[in-house]
């Protein structure tokens, strides 16, 4: 079957309003975590050069939580990133 025959049945994509996501609000999240991922990175390179030059076992541990709280902006941005996938722009080569 190629493509241009295809026909999508309209009962499986039917979505109320009220259930599409906020395209506008996923992009400017989508932003404000991009920002705050640069001032984590930020943290997490001063505690390594400190860890580096003091070891410490406070510092370790900042390193650690530093470390999960990049993670999980990491997946929040993946997620919002997968949503927004069928309305962004991919750069041409």
């Known amino acids: 079957m190629a493509l241009k025959d295809f026909v999508p049945n309209p009962e499986l994509h039917r979505m109320a309003a009220h259930e599409l ?45 530093t470390q999960t709280k990049h993670l999980e902006l990491r997946r929040e941005m993946n997620t919002i990133r997968a949503r927004l996938l069928p309305i962004m722009r991919v750069p041409s080569q």
């Open 21 to 65: 996501p906020d395209l506008d609000q996923l992009a400017r999240r989508l932003v404000v975590l991009e920002r705050l991922e640069d001032d984590v990175v930020r943290q997490l390179d001063r505690l390594l050069d400190r860890q580096g030059q003091f070891p410490s076992e406070l510092t370790a541990r900042r390193i650690t939580e």
